[in-house]
């Protein structure tokens, strides 16, 4: 077990929980999938997330995603989340941020 932690690139918190772009995005995604939202304003929603979640080039972090293992970590749930939701509010549809409240409001999401 190794004891080292890691911060967040954006907000210098540290992660508890380490879940990467890809895997947020998928259940942003999946999310999305049960919504009445249109397939363009869908794809516009994961587009924009996906652009603004982008891992810098620099300064790869090496902690583990806790779900895929695979892909690296470098921002916290928090930040993610918080990115989301700015995305969705543009939209302009406040039930799909309330739901969206609920379904991410897991302790996985948070600190
Ligand atoms: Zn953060
Ligand atoms: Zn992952």
């Known amino acids: 077990m190794k004891t080292e932690y890691y911060l967040c690139k ?31 304003k869908k794809t516009e929603v994961i587009d924009e997330l996906r652009r603004s979640i982008k891992i810098s080039d ?17 921002f916290c749930t928090y930040c993610l989340v918080l990115r989301t939701k700015w995305i969705l509010k ?4 406040k039930e799909m941020i309330d739901d969206f409240d609920d379904v991410f409001n897991y302790e996985i999401w948070t600190h």
């Open 10 to 40: 954006k907000c210098l918190h540290v992660i508890s929980n380490p879940v990467c772009s890809e895997c947020f995005l998928g259940h942003v995604n999946e999310w999305l999938s049960g919504r009445r939202i249109s397939s363009e």
């Open 58 to 74: 620099e300064g790869i972090s090496d902690v583990d995603c806790v779900i895929c293992h695979e892909n690296t970590v470098d």
């Open 90 to 93: 543009k939209l302009n549809d």
